[in-house]
Every structure is written in structure tokens, then in C-alpha cells.
């Protein structure tokens, strides 16, 4: 079965830029959504985007600083997001995005997640 | 777009558990549901509306129409107590409710 394994820094600067990498493994991550969704401490779920084919679509809150790509070769997707400040603390999630139906759409599975904390 | 969710809710062990998500005209589009424990990831407990993944009790189901889908947790047990999600699709991008704290008392 699919699994997604989040990776990256766990410690990151104000102003500096976010990467993490979500490897993928028992699938192809062909042909299939991927993406990220960040929870800060004690708060809800938040999506930041997905890729898909190349194609990408992002949450317009944080359209502006968020980039998400594909390594095929590599079966893994990353996340940037830039200019990072404290209200970025959170644990950050990548997942598959399931499709069914033209508004049918859920995330299986998820990876464990990665905590992210931005301080100087 | 958005979608509400009551804060929390309480139910009695064995009693039924109903969680509410609502956002402007739901119904026309496929919701699906995650409960998530502390320290854990999300899982999907219900996706279409009101289909149930594998190895998810069928105690738990769902619906959808008009401006409100619900989550029901029929005979709730102790391990269900979670946060649970409520998830929708809106113009190419994802929208999660707020998440309801379900509380087994």
C-alpha cells in the first residue's frame, strides 16, 4: 500500500524559505494529486496546495509564497514556502488526493506529518 | 467558500454522535469526513458523502443535502473521542471546516 514519508528541517529562520520533501513509496506517484496541508499547534487543518501532472493549484491565502513540485524519477514531491515567519510554526502534512467524481476529492493517505518551527 | 462546524460536541457512550458541516449550497458537492487523534494523523472515515473506507466501522456514516452534511457515529465508543473534519472541493482548490472536538462522556 501507498505510503508518504514527510522530510526537512525542523528549525527554520524568519524570512528564510520552508522545504520539505514527501517521499512516496509502494506507487507510482504518477498519475495521481499530491499535497500538502499544514496545522499549526492546537489549530485546524489548512490546505496549501497540490500538484498534479505539473499542474499545480494553491490555497489563495498563501498563493503569493508557496511553490509545490514533482520529482518523478525520485517518486517524491516538495514544498517551499517563503519568506517564513513565526505564524508559520506548524506540523506540516503531505498527502494523496483522491478524485471521484468532478467534486468528489479526499486525502489517503497522509504521511505522519513534519513539525516545523520557525524561530531565530 | 467555506464551511462551519460546531466547535465541539459531547455524546454518552452507546448514544449517537451527530457532527454538522455546513457551507452554501453543500449538498451540491461531495464532502468527505477525517477524524483525527491526538498526536496522529488524519484518517478519512467518510469520502462521497457517504461512502465508508475500508477497515472503517460501519457505525460511522454520512449525508449530505441542502446547506448541511453530517457525520453520525451510531453505539459511539470510547476510542472514538477526536477531532473530526469535514472536507469539500470548491473551484479547483480544497476547503476543510474548522473541526468539531467530539467529547465520550
Known amino acids: 500500500q501507498v505510503q508518504l514519508q514527510e522530510s526537512g528541517p525542523g528549525l527554520v529562520k524568519p524570512s528564510e524559505t520552508l522545504s520539505l520533501t514527501c517521499t512516496v513509496s509502494g506507487g507510482s506517484i504518477s498519475s495521481y494529486y499530491w499535497s500538502w496541508i499544514w496545522q499549526p499547534p492546537g489549530k485546524g487543518l489548512e490546505w496549501i496546495g497540490y500538484i498534479y501532472s505539473g499542474s499545480t493549484s494553491y490555497n489563495p491565502s498563501l498563493k503569493s509564497r508557496v511553490t509545490i513540485s514533482l520529482d518523478t524519477s525520485k517518486n517524491q514531491f516538495s514544498l517551499r514556502l517563503n519568506s517564513v515567519t513565526a505564524a508559520d510554526t506548524a506540523m506540516f502534512y503531505c498527502?494523496?488526493?483522491?478524485?471521484?467524481?468532478?467534486?468528489?476529492?479526499?486525502?489517503?493517505?497522509w504521511g505522519q506529518g513534519a513539525l516545523v518551527t520557525v524561530s531565530s | 467558500y467555506e464551511l462551519t462546524q460546531p466547535p465541539s460536541v459531547s455524546v454518552s457512550p452507546g448514544q449517537t454522535a451527530s457532527i454538522t458541516c455546513s457551507g452554501d449550497k453543500l449538498g451540491h458537492k461531495y464532502v468527505c469526513w477525517y477524524q483525527q487523534k491526538p498526536g496522529q494523523s488524519p484518517v478519512v472515515v467518510i469520502y462521497q458523502d457517504s461512502k465508508r473506507p475500508s477497515g472503517i466501522p460501519e457505525r460511522f456514516s454520512g449525508s449530505n443535502s441542502g446547506n448541511t452534511a453530517t457525520l453520525t457515529i451510531s453505539g459511539t465508543q470510547a476510542m472514538d473521542e477526536a477531532d473530526y473534519y469535514c472536507?469539500?472541493?470548491?473551484?479547483?482548490?480544497?476547503?476543510f471546516g474548522g473541526g468539531t472536538k467530539l467529547s465520550v462522556l
Open positions: 472536507q469539500a472541493w470548491d473551484s479547483s482548490t480544497v476547503v
Open positions: 498527502a494523496r488526493l483522491l478524485r471521484g467524481g468532478n467534486t468528489g476529492y479526499w486525502f489517503d493517505p
